[in-house]
């Protein structure tokens, strides 16, 4: 089996995925743009060959890189790159090299549209906040009186909570309809309450081989508007009702044979229309795995290995890997370099070390979103995650 795996030493955890393909017996093929001899040594072990692109950006380099491979190892069986920024350029090389084991442009675009999502949350039975697209002036006015201020303005197909924002009054309202928007923007109701997601392996025919919730205190685009500090955490287990929900949901987008990262939000206040406290309500689905170190904690959280498990599906279409171990609520909290913190990261070893299962620094565009410095730590209770949360957080 063939595999081309786009950008396998971006992030840096990302070999894992080849690594995990390469001794189920695959050949994989990387495509970068770090030189060779930049390469980590655990990304050059996980991989058959490596293309250097001098930019991913380029289709056309990456095209070649792909036909040198089909010409080289025989035709491409899968071709993948598990990040939210390459699925575009993923599902239109696909189409262009005859990949039939992923989604083609026309279906990803409709995967990644956050107004074509709506129908198919709709026919799935999930409640969605009420959208319109930015175009007509009068019809987003409209809108807004209709729903009520503030509401929120975010990209129809953006990355993360990059360019998202919340439209507080008419004013603001107003800045945006004459703004020079650099892509197509959506304004939505506001709705307000905790972000949760989902996370699942699916098979050839949508079923999960694992499930896994993580649960956001903190509002990512607040986060990264007013650069607050970070925590979140996966659990041991799954709520019932957001697995219903999420398995329609899967059923409904059509998606099988991928990892799924899917956003909703939990409501803490009643919203007519959408739900009562509690309730949940769908935000976006992500046809790739949760981004960073995600993978991970879902590993320390449930004691098995998501890398494989999503590997085992590419190879024979199911895993063996997926039996839960001792679970942990693994909480992830970073500091800024920005701000001074009470404890260095020393500190923070001594104090937590014996449960600290990850830490170091992340990439610098990764900063923005998720801090400078990050601390995983396995732990039994999530009141011992709040504690852990708040040592790594406070401030001199």
Same mark, same amino acid.
């Given at each position: 089996?063939? $595999?081309?795996?786009?950008?396998?030493?971006?992030?840096?955890?990302?070999?894992?995925?080849?690594?995990?393909?390469?001794?189920?017996?695959?050949?994989?093929?990387?495509?970068?743009?770090?030189? /060779?001899?930049?390469?980590?040594?655990? *990304?050059?072990?996980?991989?058959?060959?490596?293309? +250097? *692109?001098?930019?991913?950006?380029?289709?056309?380099?990456?095209?070649?890189?792909?036909?040198?491979?089909?010409?080289?190892?025989?035709?491409?069986?899968?071709?993948?790159?598990?990040?939210?920024?390459?699925?575009?350029?993923?599902?239109?090389?696909?189409?262009? =090299?005859? !990949?039939?084991?992923?989604?083609?442009?026309?279906?990803?675009?409709?995967?990644?549209?956050?107004?074509?999502?709506?129908?198919?949350?709709?026919?799935?039975?999930?409640?969605?906040?009420?959208?319109?697209?930015?175009?007509?002036?009068? &019809? *987003?006015?409209?809108?807004?009186? #209709?729903?009520?201020?503030?509401? =929120?303005?975010?990209?129809?197909?953006?990355?993360?909570?990059?360019?998202? @924002?919340?439209?507080?009054?008419?004013?603001?309202?107003?800045?945006?309809? %004459?703004?020079?928007?650099?892509?197509? /923007?959506? !304004?939505?109701?506001? *709705?307000?309450?905790? !972000?949760?997601? /989902?996370?699942?392996?699916?098979?050839?025919?949508?079923?999960?081989?694992?499930?896994?919730?993580? &649960?956001?205190?903190?509002?990512?685009?607040?986060?990264?508007?007013?650069?607050?500090? $970070? +925590?979140?955490?996966?659990?041991?287990? %799954?709520?019932?009702?957001?697995?219903?929900?999420?398995?329609?949901?899967?059923?409904? =987008?059509?998606?099988?044979?991928?990892?799924?990262?899917?956003?909703?939000?939990?409501?803490?206040?009643?919203?007519?229309?959408?739900?009562?406290?509690?309730?949940?309500?769908?935000?976006?689905?992500?046809?790739?795995?949760?981004?960073?170190?995600?993978?991970?904690?879902?590993?320390?959280?449930?004691? @098995?290995?998501?890398?494989?498990?999503?590997?085992?599906?590419?190879?024979?279409?199911?895993?063996?890997?997926?039996?839960?171990? #001792?679970?942990?609520?693994? %909480?992830?909290?970073?500091?800024?370099?920005?701000?001074?913190?009470?404890?260095?990261?020393?500190?923070?070893?001594?104090?937590?070390?014996?449960?600290?299962?990850?830490?170091?620094?992340?990439?610098?565009?990764?900063?923005?979103?998720?801090?400078?410095? =990050?601390?995983?730590?396995?732990?039994?209770?999530? #009141?011992?995650?709040?504690?852990?949360?708040?040592? %790594?957080?406070?401030?001199?």
């Amino acid at each position: 089996m063939n $595999v081309v795996f786009i950008s396998p030493q971006f992030p840096e955890n990302y070999w894992n995925w080849c690594d995990s393909l390469r001794r189920n017996g695959a050949t994989v093929l990387g495509i970068g743009d770090t030189p /060779y001899d930049n390469l980590a040594p655990e *990304v050059i072990a996980s991989l058959d060959e490596y293309y +250097w *692109v001098s930019s991913l950006e380029d289709y056309d380099q990456v095209f070649r890189a792909v036909a040198f491979f089909s010409y080289k190892y025989g035709k491409i069986d899968w071709l993948e790159s598990q990040n939210e920024y390459w699925l575009a350029q993923d599902a239109r090389l696909r189409d262009d =090299f005859h !990949i039939t084991t992923g989604a083609g442009a026309a279906q990803m675009s409709q995967w990644q549209s956050k107004a074509e999502m709506k129908p198919l949350y709709s026919a799935a039975g999930v409640p969605t906040a009420r959208q319109v697209r930015v175009f007509d002036p009068e &019809e *987003v006015r409209a809108f807004a009186r #209709e729903v009520g201020f503030p509401v =929120f303005a975010k990209p129809e197909r953006g990355v993360g909570a990059g360019g998202a @924002f919340k439209v507080a009054d008419e004013a603001e309202l107003e800045e945006l309809l %004459v703004a020079e928007l650099d892509e197509p /923007y959506v !304004i939505e109701e506001f *709705v307000t309450g905790d !972000i949760c997601t /989902y996370e699942a392996v699916l098979d050839a025919d949508g079923n999960p081989l694992f499930e896994n919730q993580t &649960e956001c205190p903190v509002d990512i685009a607040s986060t990264v508007v007013d650069m607050l500090d $970070v +925590w979140f955490y996966t659990c041991p287990s %799954v709520d019932p009702k957001l697995a219903k929900l999420a398995r329609a949901t899967v059923k409904s =987008f059509g998606v099988t044979r991928r990892f799924v990262h899917m956003e909703f939000f939990r409501l803490t206040a009643d919203k007519p229309g959408l739900g009562k406290v509690g309730d949940y309500v769908g935000l976006e689905v992500n046809v790739r795995a949760p981004g960073g170190f995600n993978p991970d904690m879902i590993d320390f959280a449930h004691s @098995f290995d998501v890398y494989q498990i999503w590997a085992d599906m590419v190879t024979t279409g199911g895993s063996t890997h997926a039996s839960e171990g #001792e679970t942990f609520f693994c %909480v992830f909290a970073s500091q800024r370099d920005c701000y001074e913190y009470a404890h260095s990261y020393q500190e923070i070893l001594e104090q937590y070390g014996d449960v600290i299962c990850m830490h170091g620094r992340l990439a610098d565009v990764l900063s923005d979103d998720m801090g400078n410095t =990050f601390f995983m730590a396995r732990l039994k209770s999530i #009141e011992d995650g709040e504690r852990f949360a708040s040592f %790594v957080h406070q401030r001199r």
